[in-house]
């Protein structure tokens, strides 16, 4: 079967001397594995549109494992990515958790739209790293099946306190009348920007602001809910946060 999808490369890695695996992030397939033959010979065609963060146009047929890139046409590669090594190591991250909440040939536009955008940001904008990491792991979450019940309290059904609770465990809030133990304070304008980042169309949800206390308490609980959910380890994370 030969077929032709644009895909991110969210994966690469060097099969015996000169071959390469890569992982695709794609819209009509979800993640897709292929082979590039000779990829990592210096005159290689497909050196540039199958390295890491290559999004490109790709022709490609099943092998008996796998599937085997014909031709790939570069699109964007992200290049600017290579000039910030805080910026790349979120990239990284990105790619990482990308690759742990899609699934095979199952449709992932989205995602791959949100992934794109963000790599966008990070390549030509001086957003707040903080409002763009955010943003990425929440809407991953929820397409991956972990939204959050952020629409009302969830023991009265109290729609906003001034004060209120994020319960990263059981992944709900509590106003500020029914607060529980173990949950993380914060202000109505954190659960506003959650709510915004959860249910707002792919293309905005990068358009928020908060004040930096604000900010650093969505992140916090942005980040844990993300690590007591998925369960794993990411050494994509703790790398960039050494960083900073």
Request: charged share 25%.
């Amino acid at each position: 079967m030969k077929t032709t999808t644009k895909g991110l490369v969210i994966r690469e890695q060097t099969i015996g001397e000169s071959d390469r695996l890569v992982t695709l992030l794609t819209a009509d397939w979800g993640l897709v594995r292929a082979f590039v033959r000779g990829a990592k010979q210096t005159k290689s065609r497909l050196a540039s549109s199958t390295s890491l963060f290559a999004y490109s146009e790709f022709s490609l047929y099943r092998g008996r494992d796998a599937f085997v890139v014909d031709n790939a046409t570069p699109i964007e590669v992200f290049f600017d990515l290579r000039k910030d090594i805080v910026k790349l190591a979120l990239a990284q991250y990105f790619a990482q958790l990308s690759f742990e909440l899609a699934t095979e040939e199952q449709p992932a536009a989205e995602m791959l739209s949100v992934i794109l955008n963000s790599l966008h940001l990070l390549c030509n904008s001086d957003k707040d790293l903080r409002i763009i990491k955010s943003a990425v792991e929440l809407r991953l979450l929820s397409l991956g099946g972990y939204m959050p019940n952020i629409l009302a309290c969830a023991n009265c059904s109290t729609y906003e306190t001034d004060l209120m609770y994020f319960d990263t465990m059981d992944g709900c809030i509590y106003c500020e009348n029914c607060g529980k133990a173990g949950a993380i304070p914060c202000s109505k304008n954190v659960i506003t920007a959650i709510r915004f980042v959860c249910l707002t169309e792919p293309k905005k949800i990068f358009s928020f602001t908060l004040s930096e206390e604000n900010m650093e308490i969505l992140s916090t609980i942005i980040e844990k809910y993300l690590i007591s959910h998925l369960q794993k380890r990411f050494p994509t994370l703790e790398f960039y946060k050494g960083l900073l």
